[in-house]
T-cell receptor, first 116, second 113 residues
């Protein structure tokens, strides 16, 4: 149980275009979803926290207008990287918490974004 | 106050040996301390986690030791195997709903056969 999927697993896009990444909780309802970014050989950095039906809360230094997060349902959150640039190339990982008050976060497999 | 410091950066252990990774934190509001294992190109997977009300938790070959007064916790991997070679992250979070995870820098473990 507690499986989180991401789509696509990897994507290549041209500079200036936008790309959408989906995060789905497959067998549970996720009250809260989190988006992380991980550069090669580095740790995970939290980008934003989203609750279903609410606006996402972004971490300091993360551009809200560049990284659009939508948590439309209890099983789906999307991250859209707008006007992507090569420096946005990274590994994007989502996680989800099953219950309000739950400590555990279940992580997706990640999406490798390469901007050319 | 939000940082979690992890050491060592990398670790080489012989097959069958014990792997030990340490983490330290400053924020006493942290209430949950998980360890994650990550293989290249994959998302992190929860290995084991502990709350401050216990000093040790064991699950199979993995043990967390927790020292609340020193604000330190560690992961011990007993009988380390080549398949354990991965990057390990410690993390910490506060009580939900403010349970954003703060990650350590990671430790690259290599188990030599």
């Amino acid at each position: 149980g507690a499986v989180v999927s991401q789509h696509p697993s990897w994507v290549i896009c041209k500079s200036g275009t936008s790309v959408k990444i989906e995060c789905r909780s497959l067998d549970f309802q996720a009250t809260t979803m989190f988006w992380y970014r991980q550069f090669p050989k580095q740790s995970l950095m939290l980008m934003a926290t989203s609750n279903e039906g609410s606006k996402a809360t972004y971490e300091q230094g993360v551009e809200k207008d560049k990284f659009l997060i939508n948590h439309a349902s209890l099983t789906l959150s999307t991250l859209t990287v707008t006007s992507a640039h090569p420096e946005d190339s990274s590994f994007y990982i989502c996680s989800a918490s099953a219950l309000a008050g739950s400590y555990e976060q279940y992580f997706g497999p990640g999406t490798r974004l390469t901007v050319t | 106050q939000q940082q979690v410091k992890q050491s060592p950066q990398s670790l080489i252990v012989q097959k069958g040996g014990i792997s030990i990774i340490n983490c330290a934190y400053e924020n006493t509001a942290f209430d949950y301390f998980p360890w994650y294992q990550q293989f290249p190109g994959k998302g992190p997977a929860l290995l084991i986690a502990i709350r401050p009300d216990v000093s040790e938790k064991k699950e199979g070959r993995f043990t967390i030791s927790f020292n609340k007064s020193a604000k330190q916790f560690s992961l011990h991997i007993m009988d380390s195997q080549p398949g354990d070679s991965a990057t390990y992250f410690c993390a910490a979070s506060k009580v939900p709903p403010g349970n954003k995870l703060v990650f350590g820098a990671g430790t690259i473990l290599r188990v030599k056969s």
